[in-house]
T-cell receptor
Framework: NAGVTQTPKFRVLKTGQSMTLLCAQDMNHEYMYWYRQDPGMGLRLIHY???????AKGEVPDGYNVSRLKKQNFLLGLESAAPSQTSVYFCASRREYLGYEQYFGPGTRLTVT | GENVEQHPSTLSVQEGDSAVIKCTYSDSASNYFPWYKQELGKRPQLIID?????GEKKDQRIAVTLNKTAKHFSLHITETQPEDSAVYFC?????????????FGKGTHLIIQP
């Protein structure tokens, strides 16, 4: 049982390049989330999904797209990376019912130059 | 949406003393309040949470109190140890308590002085 995994762990992009971050969970969780963490800012929600085939915007969605084609996977895409997207990205998942713990992945450290 | 304020941003205490971190929230419909601990370079991990039908919850050296009227909740760590050094985040649900994600405070860097 690996929990929540993220690929890749580190990445450096040039401005304008694109990439996809992969989040996978093997806990059969319905809900999945993408957060970004910047120094002094805590974690901020980018997008989330309440089930396969559904996605919704969070607090800071601009510049990102997501897809959830399979229940266990949640992809975060950057179509044209900008230096402002330099951050640590965390994926999380949780069970459907109210109040259950969000389980976080190990994070992806992305630098855009 | 929810707004969560967390204080202080940095807290330094002597080993063995107690530490208290406070958070306020804005949405009176919020009903679930977790606390996460994050060590340097690691993922956030839940250490304790509380639901709105409970005023206090304790787990060994850590406790959380909730005042729904004042819309604030606090983390209490007693008999602090070096391994308690980390960044602590409070959070509240984005829309009451549904499937939406969490709104996090900006974090408290807890330093345990030997």
């Amino acid at each position: 049982n690996a929990g929540v995994t993220q690929t890749p762990k580190f990445r450096v992009l040039k401005t304008g390049q694109s990439m996809t971050l992969l989040c996978a969970q093997d806990m059969n969780h319905e809900y999945m989330y993408w957060y970004r963490q910047d120094p002094g800012m805590g974690l901020r929600l980018i997008h989330y999904s309440v089930g396969e085939g559904t996605t919704a915007k969070g607090e800071v969605p601009d510049g990102y797209n997501v897809s959830r084609l399979k229940k266990q996977n949640f992809l975060l895409g950057l179509e044209s990376a900008a230096p402002s997207q330099t951050s640590v990205y965390f994926c999380a998942s949780r069970r459907e019912y109210l109040g259950y713990e969000q389980y976080f992945g190990p994070g992806t450290r992305l630098t855009v130059t | 949406g929810e707004n969560v304020e967390q204080h202080p941003s940095t807290l330094s205490v002597q080993e063995g003393d107690s530490a208290v971190i406070k958070c306020t929230y804005s949405d009176s419909a919020s009903n679930y309040f977790p606390w996460y601990k994050q060590e340097l370079g690691k993922r956030p991990q839940l250490i304790i949470d509380i639901r709105s039908n409970v005023g206090e919850k304790k787990d060994q050296r850590i406790a959380v109190t909730l005042n729904k009227t004042a819309k604030h909740f606090s983390l209490h760590i007693t008999e602090t140890q070096p391994e308690d050094s980390a960044v602590y985040f409070c959070a509240a649900p984005d829309s009451g308590g549904g499937a939406d994600g969490l709104t996090f405070g900006k974090g408290t860097h807890l330093i345990i002085q030997p």
